[in-house]
C-alpha cells in the first residue's frame, strides 16, 4: 500500500483507509452510496458476518476512544 510500516499505527490506518477505498472503487463504484444503504449492499455482496464483524470494531474503537478521553481528563484534573 506503500504507507511505510504497517506495524506502525498511523501507517496502518492509513493502509486500511486507502484498502477501503480500492474495496470500494473496485467492487461497489455503480452503487448508489449513502448512510443508510452502505451496510446492506456490502452484506448482499460480501456477506452479514463480515458487515457486522466492522461494525463491532467500530463500536470498541469509539469506545476506546471515549475512555481514552475520559482518562486524559481525569489526569488533567489531577494534576496541581
Known amino acids: 500500500m506503500k504507507v511505510g510500516d504497517i506495524s506502525q499505527l498511523e501507517p496502518n490506518i492509513h493502509a486500511g483507509v486507502k ?3 480500492f474495496v470500494i472503487d473496485q467492487y ?3 452503487e448508489q452510496m449513502d448512510r443508510l ?3 446492506r449492499v456490502a452484506a448482499r455482496r ?4 463480515t458487515v457486522q ?3 463491532n470494531i467500530y ?3 469509539v469506545a476506546d476512544q ?3 478521553a475520559e482518562n486524559q481528563a ?3 484534573l489531577e494534576k496541581p
Do not use: C, Q, W
Open 59 to 61: 463500536k470498541y474503537y
Open 66 to 68: 471515549l475512555a481514552y
Open 37 to 39: 444503504n452502505v451496510e
Open 28 to 30: 461497489f463504484k455503480d
Open 46 to 49: 460480501i456477506g452479514r458476518e
Open 53 to 55: 464483524y466492522v461494525s
Open 74 to 76: 481525569k489526569r488533567s
Open 19 to 21: 484498502y477501503i477505498r
